[in-house]
Antibody, heavy 120, light 107 residues
Framework: QVQLLQSGAEVKKPGASVKVSCKAS????????MHWVRQAPGQRLEWMGW????????KYSQKLQDRVTITRDTSANTAYMELRSLRSEDTAVYYC?????????????WGQGTLVTVSS | DIQMTQSPSSLSASVGDRVTITCRAS??????LNWYQQKPGKAPKLLIY???SLHSGVPSRFSGSGSGTDFTLTISSLQPEDFATYYC?????????FGQGTKLEIK
């Protein structure tokens, strides 16, 4: 079955970077774009950006575009999200989520989530 | 950015009740509206896409309607497993924004 398996929880200091991975299985990785969404404690879901896994083209939220990079390794069926210059406000659960084959921008399935804690 | 506003933010209901959650967009998004269910400590799950299409495997007691700026999610007869938080999401244009969520609790 289709599954997205994310890397484990991270604790980082302010100013550091974090890179979260999302390994896909059960489908053709390069046929579906991958999105990244985060959820800070008690907050609504926030879309961060996406990558077209076939050609590597990306689009980011304007709010985060100076600090976030999404990449993929097609040989490993894995997408990555790196966030730099971390601040306490970046403490959140980070999710990867698959798009539809026609890039319709609804998300199914989602990874299990990766908690990133930013604390000095 | 398109702002998404849900109402109510929380709702108490009983098993067997009919429940409606509304979502309003700050500008017209045609039918580019999706609904998700999230339980504590879990990732969201897709329920409804394109305003009214039921995702595969989702029980038929869930339904969605609306277009333009006003949308609704209806649960026709609440089951114990439906107590969760529900989010709407617009897929009209980036950034793809979500509502603040509606927490559905047991009365």
């Amino acid at each position: 079955q289709v599954q997205l398996l994310q890397s484990g929880a991270e604790v980082k200091k302010p100013g550091a970077s974090v890179k979260v991975s999302c390994k896909a299985s059960g489908y053709t990785f390069t046929s579906y774009a991958m999105h990244w969404v985060r959820q800070a404690p008690g907050q609504r879901l926030e879309w961060m950006g996406w990558i077209k896994t076939g050609d590597g083209k990306t689009k980011y939220s304007q709010k985060l575009q100076d600090r976030v990079t999404i990449t993929r390794d097609t040989s490993a069926n894995t997408a990555y999200m790196e966030l730099r210059s971390l601040r306490s406000e970046d403490t959140a659960v980070y999710y990867c989520a698959r798009d539809t084959p026609l890039w319709e921008n609804w998300f199914d399935p989602w990874g299990q989530g990766t908690l990133v804690t930013v604390s000095s | 950015d398109i702002q998404m506003t849900q109402s109510p933010s929380s709702l108490s209901a009983s098993v067997g009740d009919r429940v409606t959650i509304t979502c309003r967009a700050s500008q017209s998004i045609s039918s580019y509206l999706n609904w998700y269910q999230q339980k504590p400590g879990k990732a969201p799950k897709l329920l409804i896409y394109a305003a009214s299409s039921l995702h595969s495997g989702v029980p038929s007691r869930f339904s969605g309607s609306g277009s333009g700026t006003d949308f609704t999610l209806t649960i026709s007869s609440l089951q114990p497993e439906d107590f969760a938080t529900y989010y709407c999401q617009q897929s009209h244009s980036t950034p793809y924004t979500f509502g603040q969520g509606t927490k559905l609790e047991i009365k």
